[in-house]
Antibody, heavy 115, light 108 residues
Framework: EVQVVESGGGLVQPGGSLRLSCAASGFTFSSYWMSWVRQAPGKGLEWVANIKQDGSQSYYVDSVKGRFTISRDNAKNSLYLQMNSLRAEDTGVYYC?????????WGQGSLVTVS | EIVLTQSPGTLSLSPGERVTLSCRASQSVTSDNLAWYQHKPGQAPRLLIYGASTRATGIPDRFSGSGSGTDFTLTISRLEPEDFAVYYCEQYVTAPPTFGGGTKVEIK
């Protein structure tokens, strides 16, 4: 069974940093692009970043460029999102997705609160 | 940047009704690189349709997608109680992809 499980969310002050993790199982992690998507309170889904199988390419939404870094460790079947210089508008639930364009499997999300 | 506009914002319907959701793109979504998701509060998003019209694994055939270019449609032939949710379209022509604002389908 395919599973992706996010962790690492929490409460952080503006300007602070947080690192989200996504543990993957049930599929060959190194064969898939992976993605992060978020949802602010009361808002819709917003794509944050995605990363190629070998980590050689990654793309970010303009609002997080220079502040967030997506990375992966294929040996550990794990995806990461390093979030620096956090702002109130980064508050929301962050979802990890298996796939780079239209992920088939998603986690339950990890809540990040910047306040 | 390709902007996706979904309409209407909210639909109030009864179980058994037919639903048609619209997604309009600001420029052509080439190669039908468009997907539809269902999202319920507290749950993971669920991929319904990709390639504009291909149902994802395990998705019931009451869900269908159509359209090309700048106009796309998600149709639910007969609403089931579990279908009340928010629906998003997503284009993946550009990197990273972008979502529409969503259409909420609520119980009338």
């Amino acid at each position: 069974e395919v599973q992706v499980v996010e962790s690492g969310g929490g409460l952080v002050q503006p300007g602070g940093s947080l690192r989200l993790s996504c543990a993957a199982s049930g599929f060959t992690f190194s064969s898939y692009w992976m993605s992060w998507v978020r949802q602010a309170p009361g808002k819709g889904l917003e794509w944050v970043a995605n990363i190629k199988q070998d980590g050689s390419q990654s793309y970010y939404v303009d609002s997080v460029k220079g502040r967030f870094t997506i990375s992966r460790d294929n040996a550990k079947n794990s995806l990461y999102l390093q979030m620096n210089s956090l702002r109130a508008e980064d508050t929301g639930v962050y979802y990890c997705g298996m796939g780079g364009s239209h992920p088939l499997h998603w986690g339950q999300g990890s809540l990040v609160t910047v306040s | 940047e390709i902007v996706l506009t979904q309409s209407p914002g909210t639909l109030s319907l009864s179980p058994g009704e037919r639903v048609t959701l619209s997604c309009r793109a600001s420029q052509s979504v080439t190669s039908d690189n468009l997907a539809w998701y269902q999202h319920k509060p507290g749950q993971a998003p669920r991929l319904l349709i990709y390639g504009a019209s291909t149902r994802a694994t395990g998705i019931p055939d009451r869900f269908s997608g159509s359209g090309s270019g700048t106009d796309f449609t998600l149709t639910i032939s007969r609403l089931e109680p579990e279908d009340f949710a928010v629906y998003y379209c997503e284009q993946y022509v550009t990197a990273p992809p972008t979502f529409g604002g969503g259409t909420k389908v609520e119980i009338k």
